[in-house]
């Protein structure tokens, strides 16, 4: 299997955790910008909600991947008021015939000092060991 591991994040949580993720693989965490340039099996996209939604660069990177070059979407991130991005990733992941694992990860994230020092190091020892369920 080949795993990519793409991410947004405009406080590092999703970072962070897209980093964990990474290690777990053996793949670089690497920003949205850089692009799914070789075909995967698995992307592992980080995201979070943003005033209630993600972010327009989220549905730019997802409505700009290639069909061929990707087997399935598996989403992962935090957020410090709601939860899942799940639908509206998926949402965005049908429009280009992607298809969504609907294993995901979410934890809580600190955004303003609420959730202080999350994700923490058991969220990162979770979102690896979600990683590694994709090995096994």
Same mark, same amino acid.
């Given at each position: 299997m080949k795993y990519a591991v793409r991410y947004y994040t405009k406080t590092g949580n999703t970072k962070r955790l897209a980093e964990a993720v990474a290690k777990e693989l053996g793949v670089a965490a690497m920003p949205i910008s850089e692009g799914v340039n070789e075909p995967v099996d698995i992307l592992f996209l980080g995201n979070s909600y943003y005033a209630f939604n993600i972010d327009p660069e989220v549905r730019d990177f997802i409505g700009s991947l290639d069909r061929?070059?990707?087997?399935? %979407?598996? $989403?992962?991130?935090?957020?410090?008021m709601l $939860?899942?991005?799940?639908?509206?990733?998926?949402? &965005?992941?049908?429009?280009?015939? %992607?298809?969504?694992? &609907?294993?995901?990860?979410?934890?809580?994230? &600190?955004?303003?000092? %609420?959730?202080?020092g999350r994700p923490n190091a058991d969220d990162m020892k979770d979102a690896a060991a979600f990683a590694k369920k994709f090995v096994e």
């Open positions: 061929s070059k990707v087997g399935k %979407i598996v $989403n992962f991130g935090s957020a410090a $939860n899942s991005t799940y639908k509206k990733v998926k949402a &965005e992941a049908d429009k280009v015939g %992607i298809p969504m694992d &609907e294993r995901e990860f979410h934890c809580k994230g &600190e955004f303003k000092g %609420i959730h202080k």
